[in-house]
């Protein structure tokens, strides 16, 4: 079992900058591909962002490359999401994911991809 928590979220304005953190539990962290999706009100829920588990790899969806970023800290058990250039449009309520599952050193961008998310964490970004 893996628990995970995230926390960060908040009222940004466009152009402004928000990190993300997703807490994990029960299980080390460092293993495994994790990713960050979103939700926004009346759409499905979307990929934003993903490392693998070796962290050697990332991959961030077009609507946010250049803006955010993914990263991990191991000894935190931890991973985050900077989020930079904010606009109305990345405001959503924001998941991590973690695939517990055997892996592939590459990014999964599918929801069922990946076994435990947490609660999830609203952002918004006011115009």
């Known amino acids: 079992q893996v628990q995970l928590v995230e926390s960060g979220g908040g009222l940004v304005q466009t152009g402004g900058s928000l990190r993300l953190s997703c807490a994990a539990s029960g299980r080390t962290f460092s293993n495994y591909p994790v990713g960050w999706f979103r939700q926004a009100p009346g759409k499905e829920r979307e990929f934003v962002v993903g490392i693998s588990w070796s962290g050697r790899q990332t991959y961030a969806a077009d609507s946010v490359k250049g803006r955010f970023t993914i990263s991990r800290d191991n000894a935190k058990n931890t991973v985050y999401l900077q989020m930079d250039s904010v606009k109305p449009e990345d405001t959503a309520v924001y998941y991590c994911?973690?695939?517990?599952?055997?892996?592939?050193?590459?990014?999964?961008?599918?929801?069922?991809?990946?076994?435990?998310w947490g609660q999830g964490t609203q952002v918004t970004v006011s115009s």
């Open positions: 994911a973690v695939r517990t599952t055997w892996s592939n050193d590459y990014v999964y961008t599918r929801s069922p991809e990946y076994n435990y």
